[in-house]
């Protein structure tokens, strides 16, 4: 299954770079892109066809493999026309609703009567934001070259070792590898050069899988922390650029590249694969930490993550502001 899953990735990146032009699927370099020639785009749709053949194979429930893959495909559509961000938000929050209703998430709480149905409510709510929130992240994150498919490698290796280790659900551990592997297929035609991006439909896809495995995984306060932690730059960047460009004023569906990533390649001209890599080392040793230390003691790992938080939003900040100067709004522009 997991020679097929490489092949596979691979696939669809090749088949893609060799058929963009007739398929409509070009990314054209502009103001706010960090390449400089049209590229081939929609390369993750072979990510797509291992997450169909695995969940088909080992029978995970169609309430969630079925609507993910209609997300994904909707994700593709959008690689070729800009689809309205109201609608995508709408079809991802069905999505993950209807994933979530497979999901006795309630046992959570450990409160009764009506109390236990309004608690329920909001955790359902709040793993639904969770999901949608973080298929998004992945999605912006998703700017240079490498760093989607580095992320995904890192990310589904931790979750799916979590997963085995814990003793979760065996199905979805083997997903997490095999998204390992299709990510590994795909990211030889993306880095060090771009033969072709990954796209929405294999960036909302990963992103979306990750999180409701996350989810899945979940039995205890001390398991969230440990799995979110498994994407912790991801996470620190895309909240600390929101953070930003709200103190600035700026709206945060207009495009730019205020990501710290996106800066240390454009205003710092770090190659694309040198920071891809930089990002995936310290998500794997944010990972391993955290779930090391969490697992002697949970208020000493959320302290330590605390810490590291704090720790990547000052180096965050010292190397913007030594970068770009005084000027905060040098960042309004953006893509892959």
Not at 86 to 97: D, E, K, S, T, W
Not at 214 to 234: E, N, Q, R
Request: hydrophobic fraction near 50%.
């Amino acid at each position: 299954m997991y020679f097929f899953s490489i092949v596979l990735g691979g696939f669809g990146a090749w088949f893609v770079s060799r058929h963009a032009y007739l398929l409509g699927l070009i990314d054209r370099p502009n103001e706010r892109s960090s390449h400089d020639r049209p590229t081939p785009k929609g390369g993750g749709i072979g990510i797509l066809f291992v997450f169909m053949m695995v969940c088909i194979l080992n029978k995970i429930t169609i309430c969630f493999w079925i609507p993910v893959t209609g997300l994904s495909l909707l994700s593709l559509f959008g690689d070729r026309i800009n689809l309205n961000p109201g609608l995508r938000l709408v079809v991802q929050f069905g999505v993950a609703f209807l994933f979530l209703t497979e999901l006795d998430i309630s046992s959570l709480t450990s409160v009764k009567g009506f109390h236990q149905f309004l608690i329920s409510i909001l955790i359902y709510v709040s793993a639904a934001v969770y999901v949608v929130g973080t298929a998004n992240f992945f999605n912006f994150m998703d700017g240079i070259n490498g760093i989607a498919g580095v992320t995904g490698i890192i990310g589904f290796s931790l979750l799916g070792s979590y997963g085995a280790v814990a003793g979760r659900n065996p199905e979805l551990s083997t997903l997490s590898f095999a998204m390992v592997f299709a990510c590994a297929g795909f990211l030889p035609f993306n880095i060090p050069k771009a033969r072709v991006f990954m796209g929405d439909v294999g960036s909302i896809l990963l992103g979306f899988v990750f999180a409701c495995i996350v989810v899945a995984f979940t039995h205890t306060f001390s398991d969230f922390v440990i799995l979110v932690c498994f994407m912790f730059p991801f996470y620190m960047d895309e909240l600390i650029t929101m953070m930003e460009r709200i103190i600035d004023g700026q709206r945060l569906t207009l495009p730019h590249r205020r990501h710290f990533y996106q800066v240390l390649v454009n205003e710092g001209q770090i190659a694309h694969w040198k920071v891809s890599l930089g990002y995936g080392i310290l998500q794997l040793l944010v990972g391993l930490f955290v779930w090391f230390i969490v697992q002697q003691n949970l208020l000493l790992g959320v302290i330590g993550i605390g810490t590291l938080a704090i720790i990547f939003f000052f180096i965050n900040m010292k190397v913007k502001n030594s970068i770009t100067g005084s000027d905060r709004n040098f960042s309004i522009s953006g893509g892959k």
